[in-house]
C-alpha cells in the first residue's frame, strides 16, 4: 500500500512543500517515487531537505539507512550532476551471500616476536638419529628412511 504524500512529508517535517510537490505534478507519494536533483533544484528544495527526503524515498525502496546517498558535489564539476538516488540504481548489483557458504579468508601472518614451538618428540628422535656417524653419511632421502623405520 503507498503512503500519502502529505503524510510523508508530514512525518519529515517538509509540509510546507506539498502545494509545491501538487503545482508540479507530484500528486502521489508514487510520483515523488521517481523525483530527480533537477527536480528539487526547480522545486526549490534547500539542500538538508531534498536529503531527508532522497532518505525517505531510498528507505520505501528499500535501501539500509546505512548505506550512504552520495553527493552531486563529490564527482567532477564537468560531469552533470546525478542525483544520489540515480546513482543508487545505476550501481552493479551486489552478488548475493549464499547462506550456509563461508567466503575465504586467508589465515592472518604469524607474529615474527612470537617464541618458537617446542620440537615434537618426532623431531627430536630424527635430531638423535642423525648423531649417528653412520646415519650422518646418507643422503636426505636415505636420512628419512631410516627415520621412518
Known amino acids: 500500500m503507498m503512503p500519502e504524500l502529505g503524510g510523508v512529508l508530514d512525518r519529515l517535517g517538509l509540509r510546507q512543500y506539498l502545494e509545491v510537490l501538487k503545482e508540479n505534478g507530484f500528486n502521489t507519494w508514487e510520483a515523488v517515487l521517481d523525483i530527480t536533483e533537477d527536480d528539487f533544484q526547480q522545486l526549490g528544495f534547500k539542500l538538508g531537505h531534498r536529503r531527508a527526503l532522497q532518505r525517505e524515498i531510498a528507505t520505501f525502496r528499500g535501501i539500509p ?73 646418507l643422503s636426505f632421502v636415505d636420512i628419512a628412511r631410516e627415520v621412518g623405520k
Do not use: C, M, W
Open 65 to 137: 539507512s546505512s548505506y550512504a546517498l552520495e553527493s552531486e558535489y563529490g564527482g567532477s564539476q564537468s560531469s552533470p550532476p546525478i542525483s544520489p538516488l540515480d546513482k543508487l540504481f545505476t550501481q552493479a548489483p551486489q552478488p548475493q551471500r549464499i547462506e550456509g557458504k563461508r567466503r575465504y579468508r586467508r589465515h592472518p601472518r604469524p607474529d615474527s616476536n612470537a617464541p618458537k614451538k617446542p620440537k615434537t618428540a618426532y623431531v627430536n628422535f630424527a635430531d638423535y638419529l642423525r648423531t649417528d656417524p653412520a646415519v650422518s653419511a
